[in-house]
């Protein structure tokens, strides 16, 4: 039987919380660091809620560099740089630009359908064991131009070739799919596989379940991590309370970079950016959740209410909001979705909240090299919630020391440290 460990998880968003049921799961004592314990401004709270089969491009690939360059100068686009002088941020650019390459995409695409396909498995588990709603209706991809829905239908078509369920709809097709809402489309294509929910009503399942089983939250900002000997051995908070344990799990986004180098490790990682708006009375509320090509725009019906996401600004960890760009989500929106008005959102406050990304658009998650006990699971993007089952249960086989039932062999964290050759 595996014997209990003590086991200290910094970063209670849905990555640490899927971590800690697994672990709590499994019989170990846990504890949970979060730096604001209502979760209000984490990467979670507000996101889109999607669980997203659909996704197995990563999001560093071809034609990502050349769009976003068109983008650039665009106050309302839905990709801005912010630049700054930072080599941090120009090394990222230029991992970055070394896999935005179709060989790249070759080499992640089963990797990223294997994650997401058991992730969703393990999403639908959850729902039935801890009683929160999975909405299982798929998600639509919709397109206002023929150009879009050509590309949309190429990706459809590699989907298939991974084994993955895609239909390209006419414009016809897609009011069959959605009925609940008017939609201004050419098309689109529905991901039958894809899922949606509430993040809030995930989260406050996972929570439950963590503290039946004896887990502990502590509120606190995690600013140093202590090694030695080849063993992490404490974390220290902004106040000064250090908490000692036998297993270290890092799943604190962005902010897991500064302590992972503390202790040598050198995560190369940007926060991108986004805003998500709810609307709590909706005049039409769409059944199924939706993407919008041109605009980039996430939609998610939770409820009773509506949720519209979107941009991807990689900033560092600047959360400022950017009015300009907001409008341009809004905007957006309205021109797939006619029957709002610009004005339906003048009095919501919108969420802003920072997405860990990877140049290589893939998680980090693995030990952490030369420190046998430390555990690194961040760099999920837009992914996060999608990948939070899979990659607890992952998490939860590294420190049960059971072999994974994915390879994760390119999701070392330590992958970056010395980069060399040709990527292409």
Request: proline share 7%; aromatic share 6%; charged share 20%.
């Amino acid at each position: 039987m595996q014997s209990s460990k003590d086991i200290l998880i910094v970063g209670g968003g849905v990555v640490g919380l899927a971590s800690a049921h697994y672990l709590a799961q499994a019989g170990h004592s846990i504890r949970i660091i979060e730096r604001d314990p209502s979760l209000g401004q984490s990467c979670s709270e507000g996101n889109a809620g999607m669980v997203v089969p659909s996704h197995f491009i990563p999001l560093a690939a071809p034609g990502v560099i050349t769009q976003g360059l068109k983008w650039m100068f665009n106050p309302r686009s839905p990709f801005f740089l912010r630049p700054r002088l930072s080599p941090s941020l120009a090394r990222w650019i230029w991992l970055f630009a070394r896999h935005s390459t179709k060989g790249h995409v070759e080499r992640t695409r089963e990797l990223l359908r294997d994650l997401s396909l058991e992730s969703r498995r393990l999403h639908v588990e959850l729902s039935e064991q801890e009683n929160f709603p999975l909405i299982q209706k798929g998600l639509l991809m919709l397109c206002r131009s023929e150009a879009g829905l050509e590309e949309e239908a190429e990706v459809a078509d590699h989907a298939h070739s991974l084994g993955l369920e895609a239909e390209v709809c006419d414009a016809a097709r897609v009011r069959e799919l959605e009925p609940g809402a008017e939609i201004s489309a050419k098309g689109g294509v529905w991901w039958p596989q894809d899922c949606h929910l509430s993040p809030g009503h995930f989260i406050e399942a996972l929570r439950k379940f963590i503290q039946s089983k004896g887990g502990e939250f502590i509120t606190g900002e995690v600013t140093q991590l202590a090694a030695s000997n080849g063993k992490a051995e404490s974390v220290t908070t902004k106040t000064g309370e250090t908490y000692q344990a036998e297993t270290i799990v890092l799943a604190g986004g962005i902010d897991t970079t500064g302590l992972a180098k503390q202790v040598g490790l050198n995560l190369p990682m940007q926060g991108g950016k986004g805003y998500s708006l709810t609307l709590p009375e909706p005049v039409a509320n769409p059944q199924l959740c939706s993407l919008l090509k041109e605009g980039r725009v996430a939609v998610t019906p939770m409820g009773d209410s509506l949720r519209v996401a979107g941009t991807m600004e990689i900033c560092g960890k600047n959360t400022s909001i950017s009015k300009p760009r907001l409008q341009g989500v809004i905007e957006a929106f309205c021109q797939f979705y006619p029957q709002y008005q610009p004005s339906d959102f003048k009095d919501l406050a919108p969420w802003v909240g920072l997405r860990p990304c990877s140049p290589d658009g893939l998680p980090y998650l693995g030990h952490a090299p030369k420190l046998s006990n430390l555990i690194i699971a961040t760099g999920h993007a837009m992914m996060g919630l999608s990948l939070a089952p899979v990659t607890g249960k992952l998490v939860a086989d590294l420190i049960n020391n059971a072999a994974p039932k994915i390879n994760i062999t390119q999701l070392n964290p330590d992958r970056f440290q010395f980069v060399g050759g040709n990527v292409s």
